[in-house]
């Protein structure tokens, strides 16, 4: 994936074909928000630049300036700090003035657009003035304004609308290593240029971008040594460990290589019997996997007292009055006199899909995955521990809390 990526959303961005699955978008489902003032708005499937595109046609009955925005752009935490610009595709069969602005949150009147004319006929490339989120803990939003002036009463087209981070071309490690290969004076013409800014090595990143994601994820699959960070602890850091073999950073595309060496099939999440799943937040479906990879207790660990121990406090994340679980399971082999039978309690509390002396679903289906080969197991819910002589887990003090 390249580095300069389009911050527009679908819709905004006149897409016709879904960024997610590469679906066609049908026009009239392309739900913008571009708004227009002295004109009226109207999205067509003619006069296109690139067939991935749709086409805003602004049409104005007079002679007036026409306006078209798009406000108040949602921009996430990570954006602060970081400069954006936003640029297009415009054109009109008469002579125009495009007067092209972008502005932080609400403080319009702190920005200078970019003004330029154009001739008639021919699709223009309008690019805005650049800004600099704030970098603070707010989530900010910006505005796109376009102000065109001079022209006839015919249509306005626009297309290929873009919000970037204008600067993330040197994010591609091609770009930044290519300059120490080209005179610097390259660089200092390329920097003093506008609409765009440094226009050559964005050429540079668009021909390198493929090469510019290998050499970034190369770096990614060795993690950091503790001599490249200045405190050793740092190495703990997210961004510091493998994306291939860490299971606490693995990449979501390398899960399923890095799950053959737990020695057992990677559980995703957890089927109910109505077929819904337990794991509703992708955060906790996420946290569940990364157990897996880390402990293999549906592999090459599992049929332990501690494997079946664990796997049952997947499930006892949520509790039925609100507080905050104790993950509390007590697990008891030879139940019954019986060799091969295994009996495991939780507390009803804890326990989502059963009351005080049922079995549940969603513990036995997890706690199956870990017990040992030939052996049965039994589970009952229990509103609390007792005390039990010659139980390895209810037999021992300060183990759990009892009563």
């Known amino acids: 994936m390249a580095r300069t990526v389009n911050l527009l959303s679908d819709a905004n961005a006149l ?6 699955d590469g679906a066609n978008i049908g026009i009239s489902s392309v739900a913008y928000d571009w708004e227009i003032e002295n004109a009226t708005l109207s999205l067509i499937s003619t006069e296109f630049v690139v067939n991935t595109r749709y086409v805003l046609q602004a049409s104005p009955s007079s002679s007036d300036d026409v306006v078209m925005k798009l406000e108040n752009i949602p921009l996430k935490i990570s954006d602060n700090g970081r400069v954006l610009s936003a640029n297009m595709r415009i054109k009109a069969s008469s002579p125009m003035t495009i007067n092209s602005l972008l502005y932080v949150d609400s403080d319009s009147n702190a920005y200078s657009g970019n003004s330029l004319s154009y001739t008639s006929g021919l699709y223009n490339a309008v690019h805005t003035n650049q800004v ?26 626009l297309t290929l609308p873009h919000l970037i981070h204008d600067m993330a071309l040197f994010e591609n490690p091609f770009v930044r290593r290519s300059r120490t290969f080209l005179p610097d004076f ?31 994820e190369h770096d990614r699959m060795y993690g950091v040594e503790v001599g490249q960070v200045p405190l050793p602890e740092q190495t703990a850091e997210y961004w510091a460990r493998s994306s291939l073999v860490s299971p606490r950073s693995v990449r979501d595309a390398y899960i399923p290589w890095l799950a053959q060496f737990t020695g057992g099939p990677l ?35 599992s049929g ?49 899909d059963a009351d005080a002396g049922e079995e549940s679903e969603l513990v036995l289906k997890t706690v199956s995955w870990a017990k040992p ?19 390895p887990t209810l037999g021992v003090l300060d183990s759990m809390r009892f009563g």
């Open 132 to 157: 600099v989120i704030p970098d603070d803990e707010t989530l900010h939003t910006v505005t796109i304004l376009i102000t065109i002036s001079g022209h006839s009463p015919v249509p306005i087209h």
């Open 373 to 391: 080969m030939g052996y049965r197991v039994l589970h009952q819910t229990v509103d609390e521990f007792f005390f039990s002589f010659d139980d």
């Open 186 to 216: 390259y660089f200092e013409i390329d920097s003093s240029q506008t609409q765009p800014s440094y226009p050559f090595f964005r050429l540079i990143d668009i021909l390198t971008a493929a090469a510019g994601e290998t050499a970034i």
């Open 15 to 20: 897409l016709r074909f879904s960024s997610n």
């Open 304 to 352: 332990s007292r501690e494997a079946m121990t664990e796997a049952a406090k997947q499930v006892l994340l949520y509790t039925k009055d609100g507080t905050q679980s104790t993950l509390s399971v007590a697990v008891t082999p030879r139940y019954l006199d019986e060799p091969f039978t295994v009996r495991v309690q939780t507390l009803t509390n804890e326990t989502p």
């Open 267 to 301: 559980r995703q999440n957890i089927q109910k019997s109505d077929g819904s799943l337990f794991f509703q937040n992708e955060g906790v479906r996420r946290d569940f996997i990364e157990w897996q990879l880390v402990n293999g207790y549906y592999g090459r660990a």
